[in-house]
């Protein structure tokens, strides 16, 4: 299926899952995760204790849902400290355990920034390359959502 791409609001997506870029130090304190920390209550707690517990480390990719909220999360590393630079390694590490959930949930759509290319610093294109390669035979409805020209929430 194809990857579609969107101008707008990630956030106001009719996607199942948002994926939300993180780092493995328990930090959403800007762009992309500190929204969804302000909008999808006990996040920010659930996504520490898998930072504690090394489960984002190791997986770089954790799904996330409750019933309060609007739409389930993937939690997908890009680096390891909020502080660095964003990793291709990290995130294609991620990539691939997404790939492997969402070939167990074949009806689930998902809603994506452009992870990694914001304050993680990685070429939009290679990120944009990779995300290609790994989804290439996906079967789900998967869109990227690009900021608006007002530089709105992505």
Sequence with gaps: MPIYHETGDLFTTKAHYIVVPVNNAAI??????????????????????????????RNSATFYNDLRWTHGIICLTTKNN???????????????????WLKQHPHTAIALPRVGAGLAGLAWTDVLNLINYRLRDSTNTITIYHQNETGGTP
């Design 28 to 57: 959403m304190g800007r762009g992309v995760a500190l929204e969804a920390r302000k909008r999808y209550i006990g996040l920010q707690a659930v996504y520490t204790l898998g930072c504690h517990m090394g489960t984002q480390a």
């Design 82 to 100: 909020w502080r660095d630079m964003g990793s291709l390694e990290l995130l294609d590490s991620g990539l691939i355990t997404m790939v492997a």
